[in-house]
């Protein structure tokens, strides 16, 4: 591991560069970033949860799995509507209902509630256009980002907590694909902590055991059925 001004960097295989994002996301939790009721983790607890989803697995590949997850933490984030689970189609139809009761009132001589219903009436349609305008800007940021920028720049993570970018390395030597790591912490006391946790685990852990996503569907597969539910009797009964 390399370590300057910028971060941590590795160079290897698949494997290191899993590990080395293992080995920075135990130091960050030895430090507590990820205790929403700590000191630290009050700040970090949603940052650090955002870091670990998108730092490189054993079970994903740079092209596939990391180029979508990068796409998605770089995209316009939702807009009110879209929190509230409404498509625009349905705001748009919401302001005609606001806009129909709002005449009503008027001919019941209501002109406050008319005012009110007026109001959210346009509320609507602009949260309808909002959503709208969002969807497309993340289709068109998709396919730029997917098919042109990663041909360009490494896949990134940014966020208050970690930078970190990823990129296949030109330099393979003939041992395969290699890649290119480098993580940095962006808060200048967590990362002092945590560049002293990596020289702890450099000193005290011989091998690094990387986590591996289980399948326990494969495993069902190969023994040919569900395993038997537990309930707690191991004897056997027969039938004469």
């Given at each position: 591991m390399e370590e300057s001004i910028s971060g941590f960097k590795v160079r290897g295989d698949w494997g290191d560069i899993v590990e080395h994002g293992e080995r920075i996301t135990r130091a960050l939790r030895d430090v507590d970033v990820d205790d929403p009721d700590g000191e630290t983790g009050s700040r970090f607890a949603r940052?650090?949860?955002?870091?670990?989803?998108?730092?490189?697995?054993?079970?994903e590949t740079l092209?596939?799995?990391?180029?979508?997850?990068?796409?998605d933490q770089a995209s316009v984030e939702e807009g009110k509507g879209e929190k509230a689970g409404k498509e625009p189609d349905e705001d748009i139809k919401t302001a005609g209902e606001k806009l129909s009761e709002s005449y009503e009132q008027l001919e019941e001589d209501d002109a406050g509630a008319a005012v009110d219903n007026w109001k959210e009436s346009v509320d609507y349609v602009a949260r309808a256009a909002d959503s709208a305008s969002r969807k497309a800007l993340r289709r068109v940021e998709d396919t730029v980002y997917q098919n042109v920028m990663t041909q360009l720049a490494p896949y990134y993570f940014d966020n208050e907590l970690v930078?970190?970018?990823?990129?296949?390395?030109?330099?393979?030597?003939?041992?395969?694909?290699?890649?290119?790591?480098?993580?940095?912490?962006?808060?200048?006391?967590?990362?002092?902590?945590?560049?002293d946790r990596l020289a702890e685990y450099e000193d005290e852990i011989?091998?690094?055991?990387?986590?591996?996503?289980?399948?326990?569907?494969?495993?069902?597969?190969?023994?040919?059925?569900?395993?038997?539910?537990?309930?707690?009797?191991?004897?056997?009964?027969?039938?004469?």
């Open positions: 940052a650090f949860e955002e870091w670990e989803e998108w730092r490189p697995k054993a079970h092209d596939s799995d990391v180029s979508e997850k990068t796409a930078s970190a970018n990823v990129q296949q390395s030109t330099r393979n030597g003939g041992n395969g694909e290699q890649f290119v790591f480098e993580v940095n912490v962006n808060d200048d006391e967590l990362k002092e902590a945590v560049s011989d091998r690094w055991h990387v986590e591996v996503e289980k399948n326990t569907d494969a495993a069902e597969a190969i023994e040919g059925a569900e395993p038997p539910p537990d309930n707690g009797d191991n004897s056997k009964s027969t039938t004469n």
